[in-house]
């Protein structure tokens, strides 16, 4: 979502503008890592989530490799599994997603791991090449892109569930 994505096919290579429009070009451009962060407008209320059809789409395409091994063990349950694994999730990252650009004190911002995985999600709209998983950053970590505090200081959304992703400036022995 981060930029366009090209599809090679025999005959001709297709250029899919959509994902990276909606989230890097409106998205990012909306919601910043300053007091931006949180909703300021009721008009782009609707550019903080996905467009409604997205999570199906996903599930889809991310469960397509569990029809094969469905197939190989002669039961759906694998595929529908997968599926209902991948569209949860999914709907795992849009509501975390909602509360943390549209705060409002429910209970799910009162837990201690939001406040972490929304200074890592702040952390992305400063660095957007980096924590790209709001759910869960394990893949962050895999693949390097994990940052836990910023490397420079910054202007710095406040709130009870945002928690200082300031560097961590350490005291010098004279």
């Not at 005959?11 to 890097?24: C, D, G, K, R, S």
């Not at 091994?69 to 599994?81: A, M, Q």
Request: with cysteine.
């Amino acid at each position: 979502m981060h930029r366009p994505v090209k599809i090679w096919t025999p005959w001709q290579t297709y250029t899919f503008w959509y994902p990276f429009e909606a989230h890097a070009m409106v998205h990012h451009t909306i919601f910043k890592s300053d007091d931006s962060y949180h909703l300021k407008e009721e008009k782009d209320k609707f550019t903080i989530p996905m467009a409604w059809w997205n999570g199906p789409v996903l599930a889809t395409l991310g469960s397509i490799p569990f029809v094969l091994i469905s197939l190989f063990v002669g039961t759906w349950i694998v595929e529908i599994t997968a599926w209902l694994t991948i569209f949860g999730y999914y709907c795992t990252y849009e509501y975390i997603h909602w509360c943390m650009h549209l705060p409002k004190n429910r209970i799910v911002e009162e837990i201690g791991l939001f406040s972490g995985r929304n200074g890592h999600h702040l952390l992305h709209h400063r660095h957007m090449d980096k924590n790209f998983n709001v759910v869960l950053p394990i893949a962050d970590w895999l693949f390097g892109t994990l940052i836990r505090r910023a490397p420079y200081k910054f202007t710095q959304v406040k709130g009870p569930s945002v928690p200082d992703v300031q560097p961590v400036t350490k005291l010098v022995d004279k």
